[in-house]
């Protein structure tokens, strides 16, 4: 009996190793085992639209189970500075303009992730998980042409697929937004903030 016991112990420890390790491993977006290089895109300017509505709860009605104190609707334009290259990297370092002096002032870097498509037309993930703070999940389509001595990139456009934000901590600390998210752009010949 305690021989068995042992052996089910044993046993047990080994299946939760199995799905720990599992679960600690997975990644959050899946990476297709071919996905093409991006080097062209490298230093592509962008101009943004981001657009979110959603609802706004105050610590208050969190804790009294409420509910939502208010509805929200934000836009705002933000540039884009590409980074890409041909591993698959393909990022945006994302900035807004400062009204009185038009200097880029730095958001955040939004990292893409290929799920399928090529070079110029495809669609990617991404997911922004800054933890107990902000938590944004979606997909985009980004779709572009070459230059005509096809060096570089002339004119595209990205866009929303589907996405949404969750933010705590927005206005005051322990409060809540959870919003849908829209991205549209577009490649722009500046980026349309001093850096």
């Known amino acids: 009996m305690k021989?068995?016991?042992?052996?089910?112990m044993v046993l047990g420890i080994a299946l939760l190793m199995f799905v720990i390790?599992?679960?600690?491993?997975?990644?959050?977006?899946?990476?297709?085992?071919n996905q093409p290089g991006f080097a062209i895109w490298d230093g592509t300017f962008l101009q943004l639209k981001m657009q979110t509505k959603g609802y706004y709860y105050s610590p208050t009605t969190r804790n009294n189970l409420n509910k939502?104190?208010?509805?929200?609707?934000?836009?705002?334009?933000?540039?884009?500075?590409?980074?890409?290259?041909?591993?698959?990297?393909?990022?945006?370092?994302?900035y807004?303009?400062?009204?009185?002096?038009?200097?880029?002032?730095?958001?955040?870097?939004?990292?893409?992730?290929?799920?399928a498509g090529s070079q110029l037309q495809f669609v990617a993930a991404f997911l922004i998980n800054e933890v107990d703070v902000t938590y944004a999940t979606g997909t985009v389509i980004i779709d572009a042409k070459?230059?005509?001595?096809?060096?570089?990139?002339?004119?595209?456009?990205?866009?929303?697929?589907?996405?949404?934000?969750?933010?705590?901590?927005?206005?005051?600390?322990?409060?809540?937004v959870v919003s849908g998210l829209t991205i549209s752009g577009k490649v722009a010949k500046e980026l349309g903030c001093n850096l």
């Open 68 to 94: 939502y104190d208010d509805k929200i609707s934000d836009n705002e334009t933000q540039y884009g500075i590409v980074t890409g290259d041909v591993t698959g990297t393909f990022e945006i370092d994302v």
């Open 146 to 176: 070459l230059n005509n001595d096809n060096t570089g990139i002339k004119s595209g456009s990205i866009k929303t697929v589907g996405a949404y934000t969750i933010e705590q901590g927005f206005d005051v600390a322990l409060d809540l």
């Open 96 to 115: 807004s303009k400062d009204p009185n002096t038009k200097a880029c002032v730095y958001e955040m870097t939004l990292p893409l992730y290929y799920v």
């Open 21 to 33: 390790a599992n679960v600690a491993s997975a990644q959050a977006v899946p990476i297709p085992p």
């Open 3 to 8: 021989t068995a016991r042992i052996g089910c």
